[in-house]
């Protein structure tokens, strides 16, 4: 998952830009092709659902940082079942621990 915020300054610059915040939000759309997106009402914040890996991680944090002046926070998450699976694994690895 990747949470970003765009901060006000940048923020209002875009919005009044032509064509706006539309065309960047676009390729990250098209670039990374995000299983969800969700933005957070109230403030310039949006949370996205996407399979990333370390260079497509590397690519947007510098297409964050440099369009919208932000860093971007990644967390590591994964499916139910998937963490059933990597749970179960990981309990018997830490019962070897002293």
Do not use: C, W
Not at 37 to 54: I, T, W
């Amino acid at each position: 998952m990747v949470y970003f915020e765009v901060p006000i300054e940048v923020g209002n610059r875009i919005d009044f830009e032509e064509g706006g915040p539309g065309p960047i939000f676009g390729h990250i759309m098209e670039r990374f092709a995000p299983d969800a997106v969700y933005s957070q009402a109230g403030m310039r914040a949006a949370f996205m659902v996407a399979e990333l890996d370390e260079a497509q991680m590397t690519e947007l944090m510098v297409i964050l940082s440099k369009k919208l002046g932000t860093y971007p926070e990644f967390t590591p998450i994964m499916s139910a079942e998937a963490t059933m699976e990597v749970a179960a694994k990981a309990i018997i690895e830490a019962k070897k621990a002293p």
